[in-house]
């Protein structure tokens, strides 16, 4: 079986990753932790660690697939974070993979299956 060659050589996001940046995306201008955490748990229904979030704001940073930026909001010191354009590029691709991997799947036929 052949392999076709995907875009980039980097590794796909994890999910948390993906999800972080997509809270990003999602809140704009306000991406600092605490959003971001505020919006995943908004999506998911599930309880975010801050810690978990920081981490993966820290590595996604490292990684330059976001940036970020001191700013006093309400007279408090936050950082701010936003996509890059590298960022924007590997949630595209992570979308092309996750959609390259569940297409042609039928669950409930599988389901059936099993039962």
Same mark, same amino acid.
Request: proline share 1%.
């Given at each position: 079986?052949?392999?076709?060659?995907?875009?980039?050589?980097?590794?796909?996001?994890?999910?948390?990753?993906?999800?972080?940046?997509?809270?990003?995306?999602?809140?704009?201008?306000?991406?600092?932790?605490?959003?971001?955490?505020?919006?995943?748990?908004?999506?998911?229904?599930?309880?975010?660690?801050?810690?978990?979030?920081?981490?993966? @704001?820290?590595?996604?940073?490292?990684?330059?697939?976001?940036?970020?930026?001191?700013?006093?909001?309400?007279?408090?010191?936050?950082?701010?974070?936003?996509?890059?354009?590298?960022?924007?590029?590997?949630?595209?691709?992570?979308?092309?993979?996750?959609?390259? @991997?569940?297409?042609? @799947?039928?669950?409930?036929?599988?389901?059936?299956?099993?039962?």
């Amino acid at each position: 079986m052949s392999r076709k060659r995907v875009e980039s050589d980097s590794a796909p996001l994890g999910s948390f990753e993906e999800q972080v940046m997509l809270a990003v995306a999602r809140v704009k201008s306000e991406a600092y932790a605490v959003t971001v955490r505020r919006e995943i748990e908004d999506q998911t229904g599930r309880e975010i660690a801050m810690g978990a979030v920081y981490a993966t @704001l820290d590595r996604l940073e490292a990684k330059r697939l976001v940036s970020s930026r001191r700013e006093t909001v309400e007279g408090l010191s936050r950082r701010m974070f936003a996509l890059t354009t590298e960022g924007v590029e590997a949630l595209v691709q992570t979308r092309a993979m996750r959609e390259r @991997l569940w297409s042609g @799947l039928d669950l409930r036929k599988l389901a059936s299956r099993l039962t």
